[in-house]
């Protein structure tokens, strides 16, 4: 059997974080998500995927919520997805 890794729920989390906030450095976003064991590469699949924006600022990434990452937080949370 193949195990499938469902990341529907720890991308809701991160996109209701960024909801709230607009934008956040990435270790903030981590810190305030402690349940889920976030990486970057956790952020930049996001970020290819259209739901978030990363630029990298001082000494890490800021993190930003895009109109395509509001959307798919609509579609998760009516259960369209």
């Known amino acids: 059997m193949r ?3 469902d ?3 720890r ?3 991160v996109l209701r ?3 709230s906030w607009k934008q956040l450095p990435e270790s903030d ?3 305030m998500l402690h349940d889920h064991y976030l990486v970057t ?5 996001m970020e ?3 739901l978030l ?3 990298f600022v001082g000494d890490e990434y800021i993190i930003s919520f895009t109109l395509m990452g509001k959307v798919w937080l609509e579609q998760y949370e009516s259960g369209k997805l």
């Open 53 to 55: 924006t990363m630029e």
């Open 29 to 31: 976003v981590s810190r």
């Open 48 to 50: 290819d995927q259209g």
């Open 41 to 45: 590469d956790d952020f930049r699949e």
């Open 11 to 13: 991308y809701a989390a």
């Open 3 to 5: 195990a499938v890794d």
């Open 7 to 9: 990341n529907r729920p």
């Open 17 to 19: 974080v960024l909801h």
